[in-house]
C-alpha cells in the first residue's frame, strides 16, 4: 500500500470515528443545552475545559513523542511503552494534588470544586487506557481504536441524557464518566495484552529521563496550544463583565462546541499523518506534497462550507442546535467561525511539525500566539463578555496563519511560492462568497441562497479533477 493510501485510509478511520462521536456529543450537547440552561451549560463547559487541560497537562506531551519514536524504532516498541505507561500515570498522579490546591486558591464553589475532583480522578484512567492508542497509532492500526472510540461515545452519551432526564444534573454527568473510565481502563488493558504483548510498569529512570527530555517541546506547544484554546472559558469564569461568569461561558459555549466539529477531518488527519511522517522525516519532498494536498482538500471540504455557514446561516444554526434562548451566541458564532477556518488551513502544518525534532523551533511561536490571545482577551471580556473572547481567539489564529509561511521556511525549507498550487482553489471560493454576500446584503430569502451555496459549491467540487476523478471512480465502482 502506497503512503497516500495508507494515510488516506487511516484518516478514514479516524474521521468515521469523529464523526460518529461528534454526532453522539452534538445530541447530547443539544438536549443538554435545554435542560441546563445557559447558566448550567457554561459551567458544564468549564468543568469540561478543567477536566481536558488537566489531562492534557499531566500528559506532558508525551503521547505524539511516543508515536514518533515507536514508529520509528519498532524493535524497541515493548521497552519505551512500559516506561511511556509508567511516565504518563506517575505524573498524571503527581499532578492531581495540585489541581486541587489551584480550585481552592480560585476560590470556585463547593459544588465546582467536588465536580472538579471527580474530573480528576476520571483524567487518571483515561490516562491509563489512552496510552494504548499510542502503539495502534505507533503500527498505523486505526481501525480497533475508532471502533472503541464509536461505542463508547454512544454509550456515554446515552447514559448521560438518561442522567439528565432522570434529574442528576452535571454531576451525574460526571459520576458516569468516571465510571465509564473506569471500565474502560480494565478493558483496553486486558485486550492490549492478547492483542500485542504484556506489559508492566517500568521504572527505568535513565529511559524516563530521555522521554521527558524529547516531551518537553511537545509539552510547552501542546500546554500553550490547548490552554490557548479554552483559555476564554477560563477567563469568562473569573473575569468581571457584563455578564455573570456562568452565563458568559452558556452563550460562549454553544458556538464553540460547533466550530469544533469542523475539526474532525483536520485532527484526523493529524492523528493518521503522525506515523506517516515520522518514518519518512528525511523525505523533504514526500513532506511538501502531503502539507500540499492536505491543504487543498481542507480549503475544499472544511474551510470553505464553515466560512459559509457562520456567515449566511448563524441564526438558523444556532436557533436549530441550541434553541432561541441562546440567540446572543449568533455573533461570537460567526466570529469563531473564521477563526475555526483558519485554525484548520493551519492543520497541515502544525501536523508535520509534531512529526520532526525541529518542533522546538515552534515554541516561540506558541507562547506569543497564546500571549495575544490572553493579552487581548482580559480587556474585551471585561468590556464586551463572551463577545470579546471571540474577538480575541480570532486575532490570535489570524497571527498563527501569517506564522505558517516563516515555519514551512525555516523547518522544512517550502517557499512560499512553492505552496502556491494549493490556493488555486481560493479563486473560485472567493467569487461564489462574493455573489452570495452580495444576494445577502441585497436581502435576498435565505432558502435561495442556500440552495444557491450548495449548487454553486457541488459545481465547484466536481470542477476540481482530482475530486471529479474519485466521484467518478465511486460511481462506476456502485455502477
Not at 456529543?25 to 469540561?48: C, E, K, M, N
Not at 500515570?89 to 470556585?108: F, H, K, R, T
Not at 471527580?118 to 496510552?131: E, Q
Not at 458564532?333 to 484548520?344: D, H, N, R
Request: charged residues 15%.
Amino acid at each position: 500500500m502506497t503512503v497516500e493510501k495508507l494515510i488516506i485510509k487511516n484518516t478514514g478511520f479516524v474521521f468515521i470515528s469523529s464523526i460518529a462521536n461528534k454526532l453522539f456529543a452534538a445530541f447530547f450537547i443539544a438536549y443538554a443545552a435545554r435542560v441546563l440552561g445557559p447558566g448550567d451549560f457554561g459551567l458544564y463547559a468549564f468543568i469540561g475545559t478543567i477536566g481536558f487541560l488537566f489531562f492534557s497537562f499531566a500528559n506532558f506531551g508525551i503521547g505524539p513523542m511516543a508515536v514518533r519514536e515507536i514508529s520509528r524504532e519498532k524493535e524497541k516498541a515493548k521497552l519505551l511503552f512500559n516506561n511511556v505507561l509508567a511516565l504518563r500515570i506517575s505524573i498524571v498522579l503527581l499532578a492531581y494534588p495540585i489541581l486541587i490546591l489551584v480550585v481552592n486558591v480560585l476560590g470556585y464553589k463547593d459544588n465546582v470544586k467536588q465536580l472538579v475532583y471527580i474530573v480528576g480522578l476520571t483524567a487518571v484512567f483515561s490516562t491509563f487506557s489512552n496510552s494504548f492508542k499510542i502503539l495502534y497509532m505507533a503500527y498505523e492500526k486505526f481501525k480497533v481504536p475508532s471502533l472503541v472510540s464509536i461505542l463508547v461515545s454512544f454509550l456515554s452519551s446515552v447514559f448521560n441524557i438518561l442522567a439528565l432526564y432522570y434529574g442528576y444534573g452535571l454531576k451525574g454527568i460526571v459520576i458516569i464518566s468516571l465510571i465509564g473510565n473506569v471500565l474502560g481502563a480494565a478493558i483496553s488493558g486486558i485486550w492490549l495484552r492478547k492483542k500485542f504483548f504484556k506489559y508492566k510498569f517500568s521504572f527505568n529512570l535513565s529511559v524516563w529521563k530521555d522521554l521527558t527530555l524529547q516531551s518537553i517541546p511537545y509539552a510547552v506547544i501542546l500546554f500553550f496550544q490547548q490552554t490557548n484554546r479554552f483559555l476564554n472559558i477560563l477567563l469568562l469564569s473569573r473575569l468581571p463583565g457584563p455578564l455573570p461568569g456562568e452565563l458568559a461561558m452558556g452563550y460562549y459555549n454553544p458556538p464553540s462546541s460547533i466550530n469544533k466539529l469542523t475539526m474532525m477531518l483536520p485532527y484526523s488527519l493529524k492523528q493518521a499523518a503522525l506515523p506517516t511522517v515520522s518514518a519518512n522525516v528525511e523525505n523533504t519532498q514526500l513532506i511538501k506534497d502531503i502539507i500540499k494536498g492536505s491543504t487543498e482538500k481542507l480549503l475544499v471540504l472544511i474551510v470553505f462550507p464553515l466560512i459559509v455557514a457562520t456567515t449566511f446561516f448563524p441564526t438558523e444554526i444556532i436557533t436549530i442546535i441550541f434553541g432561541e434562548a441562546y440567540l446572543p451566541s449568533v455573533t461570537a458564532f460567526i466570529i469563531l467561525g473564521w477563526a475555526s477556518a483558519l485554525q484548520v488551513f493551519n492543520t497541515p502544518v502544525s501536523m508535520t511539525l509534531t512529526a520532526t525534532r525541529e518542533i522546538k523551533k515552534f515554541i516561540p511561536w506558541s507562547i506569543l500566539i497564546f500571549c495575544v490571545n490572553l493579552i487581548l482577551a482580559v480587556p474585551l471580556i471585561i468590556y464586551y463578555s463572551f463577545l470579546g473572547a471571540a474577538i480575541a481567539f480570532l486575532v490570535s489564529k489570524v497571527i498563527e496563519t501569517f506564522l505558517r509561511n516563516y515555519l514551512l521556511k525555516t523547518v522544512w525549507g517550502i517557499s512560499r511560492l512553492g505552496m502556491m498550487e494549493s490556493f488555486k482553489v481560493l479563486i473560485p471560493m472567493a467569487i461564489i462568497f462574493f455573489i452570495l454576500l452580495i444576494l445577502h446584503l441585497y436581502s435576498v430569502n435565505n432558502i435561495i441562497i442556500l440552495i444557491l451555496a450548495i449548487m454553486s459549491y457541488l459545481l465547484f467540487v466536481f470542477s476540481m479533477r482530482g475530486f471529479r476523478r474519485k466521484i467518478l471512480e465511486i460511481l462506476r465502482r456502485d455502477g
